[in-house]
């Protein structure tokens, strides 16, 4: 397999308390660089494939590695493997909305990062992770993913669209219910959630992060309930999920008034 990483190096979303500056729209800029795509697909690839470390402390400090556990010995999580390589290459040229130009990748490498320093070693949902958007995104149906019939369901619950004679607020009630049904999917929505609401005062307007942040409390956050009651060895990791997405939320809510 080409362990080459199909995209450029870029930016890792950062809390709000980093972020510095502010463009003349209100949208934040990113000015601190922590780990780059590179270094982040390397990690993935590693921890997957059941490799050891490389390199020494220097190297690792030199090279900005990410001090997170891997797996040495362990097997391999091969639809994780795949699923690095599909989605660099589905994703290769998309950026994240801001002025800084985040390569659109990172998204699902920080997810999948995010997952096992939570504990999710499931190859499935590591998998999920980080393809979570490319048929949402990429024009890519869920039938047509070469992964198995698990990651499929997942991808396939995870991607929004409004169908004939849906109104929006239809679609995304339909949407939610289904992710409800797949608790895997379930939390894979909740890192993904917790990833974007760490990214919001980057890139959204004032009016979208209201109707965001009601979006979360309303349907986000109740699925850690779904998750805890059928996945109960991730019940710590939804716990830190919460944690995490009501802190940055709340914060928003407290400096901005409840208007947001």
């Known amino acids: 397999m080409d362990h080459a990483p199909p995209f450029a190096a870029g930016y890792l979303i950062v809390p709000v308390f980093l972020l510095k500056g502010e463009t003349p729209m209100g949208t934040r800029v990113f000015h601190d660089k922590l780990f780059d795509e590179d270094r982040m697909y390397e990690y993935i690839r590693r921890y997957a494939a059941g490799e050891s470390a490389t390199g020494g402390s220097a190297d690792r400090e030199q090279a900005g590695d990410i001090r997170l556990p891997l797996r040495p010995g362990k097997p391999v999580l091969r639809q994780t493997l795949a699923a690095l390589l599909y989605a660099g290459k589905k994703h290769f040229g998309q950026l994240r909305r801001g002025s800084d130009r985040v390569p659109y990748i990172e998204h699902p490498l920080n997810m999948a990062c995010h997952a096992i320093a939570e504990g999710v070693t499931d190859d499935d949902l590591l998998a999920g992770c980080l393809l979570h958007d490319v048929c949402e995104d990429c024009g890519v149906k869920p039938e047509e993913l070469p992964f198995d019939e698990t990651v499929r369901g ?107």
């Open 154 to 260: 997942y991808v396939d619950a995870l991607t929004f669209e409004i169908r004939e004679g849906e109104t929006r607020s239809s679609a995304k009630a339909r949407y939610y219910s289904t992710l409800a049904e797949n608790p895997g999917a379930a939390l894979i929505k909740l890192f993904d959630r917790c990833n974007n609401v760490s990214f919001m005062s980057y890139c959204f307007p004032r009016s979208h992060m209201k109707e965001y942040i009601t979006e979360t409390r309303n349907y986000v956050l109740p699925l850690g309930d779904v998750v805890e009651r059928e996945l109960p060895q991730y019940a710590g990791a939804v716990f830190a999920l919460r944690y995490h997405i009501g802190s940055v939320i709340g914060t928003v809510e407290a400096l901005t008034g409840t208007e947001v």
